[in-house]
């Protein structure tokens, strides 16, 4: 009988360590938790290679943000990794798949030269056309300006005059 109670006693001790062993970040991400593996990811930010691994093994898993950060990483150069746009993109891709909406419309590789040109004639239209309604609302305030030469407006007609003006320009469209 005490044998029994012996032996149970060390079975129940051994069960018990076994239990209560706490698993670490690493081992608990072997296993597929995910959150985990983002633990260890952002743990490693020294060693961005270990960094970016844990962020894979995430990511391969299912986690969207394990693939945002590879996607960043591939993007540029300096984060544990060498510029791989076909690697970003497959990342970015994976992330869109997983429920990541800016994923689905991120930019993994650089402008050409005729998207960098299509930008640039749209932002001078934008200047062009603020220019536009600038110059308008000056006409309007020098046009309407009581103290101007011969001027028989009064300050609340002037006021009222030019508001009316600058309200019209305000209406102009710059697309």
Request: net charge positive; glycine share 6%.
């Amino acid at each position: 009988m005490q044998k029994s109670i012996v032996i149970s006693t060390i079975i129940i001790t051994f069960l018990l360590e076994g239990c209560l062993h706490k698993m670490t970040p690493l081992e608990k991400c072997n296993q597929g938790d995910t959150r985990a593996c983002l633990s260890l990811g952002y743990s490693n930010n020294k060693t961005p290679v270990k960094a970016n691994k844990a962020f894979e093994r995430a990511c391969l898993l299912g986690n969207q943000d394990g693939c945002m950060h590879l996607v960043y990483a591939y993007r540029e150069d300096g984060r544990g990794t060498k510029k791989d746009i076909k690697k970003a993109s497959y990342f970015a891709q994976r992330a869109c798949k997983l429920g990541k909406k800016d994923a689905c419309t991120m930019r993994t590789r650089p402008k050409t030269a005729e998207e960098i040109k299509r930008d640039e004639e749209a932002s001078q239209k934008l200047v062009d056309c603020i220019v536009k309604i600038d110059k308008c609302k000056s006409k309007c305030l020098s046009n309407y300006n009581p103290n101007y030469r011969g001027s028989t407006l009064d300050v609340a007609q002037y006021q009222l005059n030019a508001g009316l003006c600058v309200q019209k320009c305000k209406t102009m469209k710059c697309f």
